[in-house]
Nanobody, 123 residues
Framework: VQLQASGGGLVQAGDSLKLSCTNS????????VGWFRQAPGKEREFLAY????????FYSYSVEGRFTISRDNGRNTVYLQMNTLQPDDTADYYC?????????????????WGQGTQVTVSS
């Protein structure tokens, strides 16, 4: 599993941004793919996960309704659509994958991590 996150950048409050997470050259198989973020001085926070095999999703209460996780199995890519971004959303965003578990939002269960992509939201 080799995850690569991309799509971060500098946006203004109220803007949208779509992040991508690609499993280079491989399908997701039975993996669960999640998105996390880590703001300066804070712990890494779970945002959402998707099960690419069946499309099932789960969101953290803090982003539900504003962020949408989706997948394109043909492209081996999972997306995170983020709408109505606010300065508090400023963080490094990470995708990660878990295997051998039905569903999880716990950071410790995610074995594979991509590099972070930085999102900065200006007021």
């Amino acid at each position: 599993v080799q995850l690569q996150a991309s799509g971060g950048g500098l946006v203004q409050a109220g803007d949208s941004l779509k992040l991508s997470c690609t499993n280079s050259g491989r399908t997701f198989g039975n993996l669960i793919v999640g998105w996390f973020r880590q703001a300066p001085g804070k712990e890494r926070e779970f945002l959402a996960y998707i099960i690419p095999n069946n499309g099932a999703t789960f969101y953290s209460y803090s982003v539900e309704g504003r962020f949408t996780i989706s997948r394109d199995n043909g492209r081996n890519t999972v997306y995170l659509q983020m709408n109505t971004l606010q300065p508090d959303d400023t963080a490094d965003y990470y995708c990660a994958a878990a295997t051998g578990i039905a569903h999880t939002s716990h950071r410790r269960d995610y074995r594979y991590w991509g590099q972070g992509t930085q999102v900065t939201v200006s007021s």
